[in-house]
């Protein structure tokens, strides 16, 4: 407001502006038609971006696509002499392919069990890798669910104003923290923290991994159910408590219940969070691909192994092919669960639970 | 029946208060746990210096430049679009405008894609399809002009005559020695050796097989790029934010004095909501200095011999805690150093977040009282 006044006293009774009379009025309009234009043109960027991501992210992954859809699959086989051929057979198994480093793959090769992308008879199976990112995202979501909706439910209802204050700027400091250190924080100190207490085997596992992964989550969970809970009409509230309500019976029968789309809205966002996070993954979880449903054994996820492995990669390669086919599987995900809460959730549902308001 | 309902009250304001002083507990045992364990090895010396002895002494200066010089490209690619776009989606879109409603889609969809997504986009748009595009060219416009060159006079193969390689080299090095150095250098290694004879063509072709990467390979502006798409989102809806704070009676004044709705923009709007796209800014340098994913293979390194420019690799805060922490060869001397290391990058983006709090609290409350 400040700077409007000095604006207005810059401009003295009697005295014009050079900047409008120097333009007639049609010149204006058509710089203006063109500025706007520009404001249109940068604004469509972000689509344009997203397209892009998809479009270049497929690009490299595409071979697979292709090969699956034509339903080649080069084999080394016809290369090799008898002997070799038996070896490659007990290394690999009878029911998976022999393959190279540059073979043709398609998709049904990564339905497998092992992924061994860097031995002499590579097998790129991701089955290890969907365990280790279910398992994860399980622990994640088991630990921050609970935390932060009911610390949610902590500063829209119960706290005291003066605490409120303080505590949401706190738990949303949690979001700016990198990554990298949330992963460094369980990679020293959780691990063995936890391992002291459980005894279990392997120090960096799930557990450790996905609990690192609530710290991302719960900010994100936290702060979109604290809107949501606060958004829900306080007349509902109030009607409420005049019907004899307690303040609690209010809260949880009232408030929560009206509030459930955007909660879940909160912690399908949450889920894509965990689903994504690369570097907590990478560091704490062990990153040894084991087809295990034990949540104590180590484990890799889609994000982490991708970080971990392109940078070695050769390019072009059909290892390189499938850590971006991992990427398109991120991104896919990524925007089903975008789609799901912006059209869904909250068109259709939000309407429906408050009514039309 | 009254006893039970009381026990259930209990519960059910207990839980909420400790499940907020779980989370805030653990946030101050973080930040706690990292203080004690760093602030000993923090010092003058350790944020000046270079690294020494395999990253297991001395200081983490050439990272701490890499990340700054990092988010300042990230910040003057980023900021302008957000900013545009927020303008747009505040002032310009109508409620129903279906442009409006795909740009939020995609700024929100962009805000939810994962970051290692952006990496791997990185790697194939910036680096390959631009960066490989323009060495391709250099390449290409390079090679046509050793064509004229050897092709020419001078030149010991000129109208296509065989000549040995030795010769073609001195040539070369006699005709700009430092812009046909690596064709020189390559010459060494032609097939047949130096007294190999060779005409214009077999040259041409020799040195048009290789491309050294020069722009396709990862570098701080791609990494910049890559992390300034990351981080727009976080410009566009701070940014929004602000433009809303500013009150409509304001915008209306201006219109029916009749300043046209670009004038109203840039000299009543725009200056009334500085502050918040300085909010932006930081909060999107805030996240990009501490995001590791998407540089991991567009340009980080581990350690440099010197401090990087535009087209160098660099060393980052955040990917040196990395390497540091899951690569140590003694895990004991490097202790120290991956405390003092989160120290500083914590301490970077945690106060650049709280700075932007604050301000952004202030801007909310103005909202609310429109």
Redesign the interface.
């Known amino acids: ?1 400040s ?2 006044k000095q ?1 207005k006293s810059e401009v003295k009774p009697g005295e014009f502006s050079t900047a409008s009379l120097s333009l007639t009025t049609k010149e ?2 058509f710089g ?1 038609r063109a ?2 234009l ?3 043109t ?6 344009i ?2 397209f ?2 998809f479009a ?2 497929l ?2 992954a595409s071979p697979i696509i292709g090969y699956t859809l034509s339903g080649e699959q080069t084999e080394k086989s016809a290369e090799l002499t008898p002997e070799e051929l038996t070896r490659a057979k007990e290394i690999v198994g009878e029911d998976y392919p022999i393959l190279t480093h540059n073979s043709e793959i398609t998709v049904s090769a990564l339905i497998h069990d092992k992924w061994e992308p860097n031995s002499t008879y590579p097998r790129y199976g991701i089955w290890p890798i969907v365990l280790g990112t279910l398992k994860s995202t399980f622990v994640a979501l088991f630990f921050a669910i ?6 949610a ?3 829209a ?3 005291p104003l003066r605490l409120r204050e303080f ?1 949401k ?17 369980c ?3 959780i691990a063995t923290f936890a391992q002291d207490l459980f005894g279990y085997e392997f120090r960096l596992n799930s557990v450790v991994g996905g609990f690192g992964l609530s ?1 991302a989550v ?1 900010p994100i969970i ?1 702060t979109l159910s604290e809107d949501a809970l606060r958004s829900v009409p306080g007349s509902l509230n109030e009607a409420a408590l005049a019907l004899g309500a ?1 303040k ?2 209010a ?2 029968q009232v408030m929560l219940p009206a509030a459930t789309p955007g909660i879940f809205a909160a912690i399908l ?1 949450g889920l ?2 965990a ?5 907590i993954a ?2 704490a979880m062990g990153n040894a691909p084991i087809p295990s449903w034990d949540v104590f054994d180590p484990a890799r996820t889609f ?1 982490s192994t ?2 971990a492995e ?2 070695e990669v050769v ?1 072009g390669s059909s290892h390189y092919q499938v ?2 086919f991992l ?1 398109v599987v ?2 896919v995900f ?2 089903s ?3 799901l809460t ?1 059209f869904y959730i909250k068109n259709k549902l939000i309407k429906k639970f408050r009514g039309n308001e | 029946m009254k006893r039970s309902r009381q026990i259930l009250g209990f519960f059910a304001h207990g839980l909420p208060l400790v499940a907020t002083l779980l989370v805030v507990g653990i946030i101050v045992a973080i930040i706690a746990n990292f203080l004690i364990g760093g602030l000993p090895a923090l010092s003058w010396e350790f944020l000046t210096e270079s690294p020494r002895n395999v990253n297991t002494e001395g200081g983490i200066f050439p990272a701490i430049y890499g990340t700054v010089l990092l988010v300042i490209i990230m910040t003057i690619a980023a900021v302008p679009i957000g900013t545009i776009t927020a303008i747009y989606l505040a002032e310009y879109a109508k409620k129903t405008s279906k442009l409006a409603q795909f740009v939020r889609f995609a700024v929100n969809t962009l805000a939810g894609v994962p970051s290692i997504v952006f990496g791997l986009f990185g790697l194939g748009f910036f680096i390959q399809t631009i960066g490989g595009g323009i060495d391709n060219w250099n390449h290409q416009a390079k090679m046509a002009e050793l064509q004229q060159l050897v092709a020419a006079a001078p030149s010991p193969i000129a109208n296509n005559s065989f000549a040995p390689v030795r010769e073609i080299k001195a040539y070369l090095t006699q005709e700009d020695e430092l812009k046909w150095r690596k064709e020189i250098q390559r010459l060494n290694q032609y097939e047949g050796g130096e007294s190999a004879y060779a005409n214009s063509q077999l040259v041409v072709t020799y040195l048009s097989s290789h491309t050294d990467p020069n722009w396709g390979k990862g570098n701080i502006l791609w990494a910049a790029l890559t992390l300034s798409l990351l981080t727009l989102p976080v410009v566009i809806v701070a940014v929004e934010e602000a433009l809303k704070a500013v009150p409509q009676e304001v915008r209306s004044a201006s219109l029916a004095l009749g300043a046209t709705r670009l004038e109203t923009v840039w000299k009543i709007v725009l200056p009334n909501s500085l502050t918040g796209i300085l909010t932006g800014s930081i909060l999107a340098v805030g996240r990009g200095a501490g995001e590791v994913a998407p540089i991991l293979f567009t340009g980080a390194a581990f350690s440099l011999a010197k401090l990087p420019g535009l087209q160098d690799q660099f060393m980052h805060l955040g990917f040196h805690l990395y390497i540091l922490s899951t690569q140590a060869v003694n895990i004991d001397q490097a202790r120290p150093l991956q405390f003092a290391t989160t120290i500083v990058l914590l301490g970077l983006t945690l106060a650049l977040n709280a700075v932007a709090i604050v301000i952004r609290s202030r801007i909310r409350r103005k909202n609310k009282s429109n």
């Open positions: 407001m700077e409007q604006e204006r309009r203006e500025i706007e520009g404001i249109y940068v604004s469509s960027l972000s689509i971006f997203i892009l991501i270049f992210v690009r490299e609970p935390l932060s909706i009911f610390a439910l902590y500063t209802f119960f706290a505590i700027p706190v738990i949303e400091l949690l979001a700016g923290f990198p990554s990298v250190v949330i992963g460094f924080f990679l020293i100190t710290l719960i936290y307690t609690w019976q809260a949880y966002l894509g969070r689903f994504g996070e690369t570097m990478l560091m994000a991708i970080g392109m940078g390019f850590l971006f990427g991120l991104f990524s925007f669960i975008n789609f912006e």
